[in-house]
């Protein structure tokens, strides 16, 4: 019976974000990430209150299906915090945060889910997420329109469907139960991870690094390596057998580990009040948060208006085509009428003749023709001025092309 094992956690800002909004938790029976978004101080409170109010619910329980329960009615008890957080803190609004959790009982993982962040079991070598996303493009991927592949770089890749947050007063909440032995290696992590780091380069490290802490540091590394553009927050829980009895202490990190800064915010800002009355609601959501109410319409309104974006951008792609291919047209022009600037002297068949043009010609398009046929014979020319004319003689200009034939004109005549 799989009891008690070695777990960490890490959180990191990111190489690019101002703040980490991450909260991570790893304690004695529950572990947790949670990614907070939306509003400019929101996304680090939603996931620290969030972890606050379901960490309550970090403590044995007697039966998978009583930590089943309890993790679930912890998570819906956090949505009702935030919801009144936000009726207390209106600049708020718009925050919300996905939740990815896992209460260890015995032999027994119990899993609770929302957003976008994951919960991976690492057994025998191989990876595997046990959660489904809830976001945007996992919908398209599961109804079919687009694939695994077109999900992964989507445009709208990080529009969550659903949250913990202020809209929704009962969101849906993913549970499992799920069997568990010792060896088993459990990833929570946010999408700073996995969106940036791929599944055979986590497998990898967490086949290479065997302690839990080396192999969570080691995860945030390669997020690091990839640039980190977001906040990186990993849990490794590694389920242990009766003799390895050493657990860790809870263990809290990222926003959640910091005090929380709202209140004395909120109170600066109260002067702001009438400011706020003017642009309620929406003003306070960020243009880069994926927090985003789950609705048919809502999801229908974001597949027209991928529709819609699609076809803006193959417009300005013809209209780059046709302005490119004007371009080229318009300097063709230029470049054969300059070419008809220039005169030369050569032999046409019997006879000299003035051209005009340069003698190369551009694959099929011939750039010169004869501009005047003249009366001078070819053979009439001693071989050495012949030779010359028969490799042609370039003029600077028309006048300078008339001299050159007068002058061969005198030397066949002398
Ligand atoms: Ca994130």
């Not at 703040?19 to 680090?44: E, K, R």
């Not at 319409?297 to 597949?303: A, C, S, T």
């Not at 004319?389 to 028309?398: C, F, G, M, Q, R």
Request: net charge negative; glycine share 6%.
């Amino acid at each position: 019976m799989a009891t008690t094992g070695r777990s960490a956690a890490v959180s990191h800002v990111g190489k690019i974000r101002a703040n980490n909004q991450d909260s991570g938790y790893a304690g004695q029976n529950l572990f947790l990430v949670a990614d907070g978004m939306g509003g400019h101080a929101g996304g680090d409170v939603a996931s620290a209150i969030a972890l606050k109010r379901i960490v309550e619910a970090d403590k044995p329980y007697a039966s998978a299906t009583d930590a089943e329960f309890a993790l679930q009615s912890a998570l819906l008890a956090a949505n009702t915090m935030l919801a009144e957080t936000v009726f207390d803190h209106p600049e708020l609004t718009g925050m919300g945060t996905t939740v990815s959790s896992i209460i260890r009982v015995g032999d027994k993982a119990v899993l609770a889910h929302i957003g976008d962040s994951r919960i991976y079991l690492f057994r025998d070598g191989s990876l595997d997420q046990v959660t489904a996303d809830h976001t945007f493009v996992q919908r398209l991927v599961d109804s079919g329109r687009i694939t695994q592949e077109e999900a992964a770089v989507h445009p709208r890749r990080s529009v969550l469907m659903r949250v913990l947050g202020d809209v929704d007063s009962s969101p849906e909440i993913d549970t499992a139960i799920l069997d568990t032995q010792p060896g088993d290696r459990w990833l929570l992590c946010s999408d700073g991870l996995s969106s940036y780091v791929s599944d055979d380069k986590i497998a990898a490290v967490l086949s290479t690094f065997s302690g839990a802490k080396d192999a969570a540091n080691r995860l945030v590394r390669e997020s690091l390596d990839q640039g980190a553009p977001d906040n990186v927050t990993v849990v490794v829980v590694d389920v242990g057998d009766n003799a390895d009895s050493a657990s860790n202490p809870p263990l809290t990190v990222g926003s959640a580990a910091l005090p929380l800064t709202y209140e004395a915010d909120s109170a600066r800002r109260a002067l702001r009040l009438p400011t706020l009355l003017l642009h309620p609601l929406k003003s306070t959501q960020h243009a880069d948060s994926h927090f985003e109410p789950e609705s048919e319409e809502y999801f229908d309104e974001l597949i027209l208006e991928d529709k819609r974006r699609a076809i803006r951008r193959r417009i300005t792609w013809l209209v780059g085509i046709a302005l490119i291919i004007a371009a080229i047209v318009v300097a063709l022009v230029f470049a054969y009428r300059w070419t008809q600037m220039h005169y030369y002297v050569g032999a046409n068949g019997e006879t000299v003749a003035i051209y005009q043009g340069v003698q190369q010609n551009l694959g099929p398009i011939s750039l010169h023709s004869v501009y005047q046929q003249t009366s001078i014979k070819m053979t009439d020319l001693n071989p050495y001025t012949r030779s010359t004319v028969e490799d042609t003689i370039s003029a600077d200009n028309l006048d300078d092309a008339r001299a050159i034939i007068e002058r061969l004109a005198a030397s066949a005549n002398g």
